[in-house]
């Protein structure tokens, strides 16, 4: 079944990978990205080498663009069915030497960017009575969480909550939720690269000449160590598209791709399983699976 | 031993329960809080009541009042040993009536103020050598998750994982970190009474007259039938006194309170365990307990 499916941050990581393997399988497929006829124009360039991907101007930070994107699908298809997050930027220093405006500005892309879009989204999700939202977490907020990535892996367990927390809100409404954690890859994604740096040198440099000198090299070392080299990124972008493929109603509330085995497939497992037990023991374990309606 | 401390947050909830607690045992406490002469007059007049409790004019929304707050606490004392991170601002309602502004206040004050106090206290713990970093959780985080929290888990969410960062970077400086977990308290605390509600009225209206019209009443009656109704916050703020006057490097990294037992321990005690076993696998284990300096 060819589904109307929009993906933010589809100019680089998993969200290009997962939008070209989505308009591969055949769906329609709303690229979306800031500046298409900027700096992205390459990549703009590239979705239109799939006949049924389309790039979308769509910044995350700007509920205006947002807006306008997705009311444009919307009126196009008279139909959407799956919102894909996973636009975030990510960061990369000891914490103190960021500054509280660069905390802020992770949040606002990484996390609020998700409300942004939820809000112009879901009127028409839970008028359909049928949906997915589809959430790029992160095995860093739960599994072995080392040095440096504080403020990143911040915005990625509040964005984590928050999804938990929609998935329980939106069922009723017939809308589905599959939160996809990848761990570190050290190969297509990048990282070190493209992260945000901390905007206060000073502070930067103390943490750099303190006892806590050698920490990125150790880490960097140990977790080059642990990781097979050849973990491919494509994987997580084909299990974005099966799980897109899976029935309504019996796709996983999560999936797990962590090439260094960094231990979040396990703590996320035993908190989805006290979330279940909650909401049992409160009456609401319906809330666990979308209502399939009509 | 007689500590200098700062408790942000400290004109209601934990904070205040924590402040009182600390003066009670001898420390030299700085009650922060905003507004002391104004809508705080009177939690300002009982923090007086204490010899060794002061007020302390601080707002964690803005870094010059932080600034000023914390120069003068050190400048006083030559001298800051624990910083207690317990200001918060708590939300009720569906996340998708939470407008991107509500959700990113949020997270200023629980999650960046953290960051501005941070940034104003750590230079003088690492000076030291020797400090304490306590930071009110929540066991929303990673528990049983009940709806309706959304915006408020994110940001606990977040500080929870900003908190676990920030411990590994700062254990080689000599600064501990004790992670404090509460669960959901029906007394004393009265979150629904100063929780802030959506400020998108329809959409809020849509999840009250729609398929999800009972949520709130549903999950609200079954935590009330779950939990104590007893259970007495004073607990959680004996338990930070107890941590505060532990020995240094053998306090706990995390303390649980869970008056209806909402899985958040045991989730957080394989997480733990995850970071501890990678730390100990890239090689720094050192790093999951602070440096005795000197």
Redesign the interface.
Known sequence: MRKIIVVTGASNGFGRLASNALARAGHTVYASMRETTGRNASRAAEVKAFASQHGADLDVTS?ESVNAAIAEIISRNNQLDVVVHSADHTAYG???A???EQ??QL??TN??GT??V??AA?PQL?KQGQGLLVWVSSSG???????????Y??????????A???A??LA??GIETTIIVPGSFTKGTNYCAHSGRPA?AV?AE??AD???AD?SE??L???A??GPANADPQAVADAIAEVIDTPFGSRPFRVHFEPSD???A??NG??D???A???Q????ED?LKP?IIG
């Open positions: 509920q000891p914490a103190e960021f500054t509280p905390l802020a949040y606002d996390v609020v409300q942004r939820n809000r879901l839970r907020t739960r599994g072995g969480t080392p040095p440096y990535r504080g403020p892996f911040a915005t990625k367990a509040a964005m984590d909550a928050l938990v927390s929609y329980g809100e009723r409404w206060d502070r103390e943490y303190g006892p806590t920490i150790i880490m070392r140990g977790l160590a642990l960094d231990g979040a396990i703590v035993v908190a399983r006290a979330r037990e909650l909401l023991l409160i009456g609401l809330i209502t």
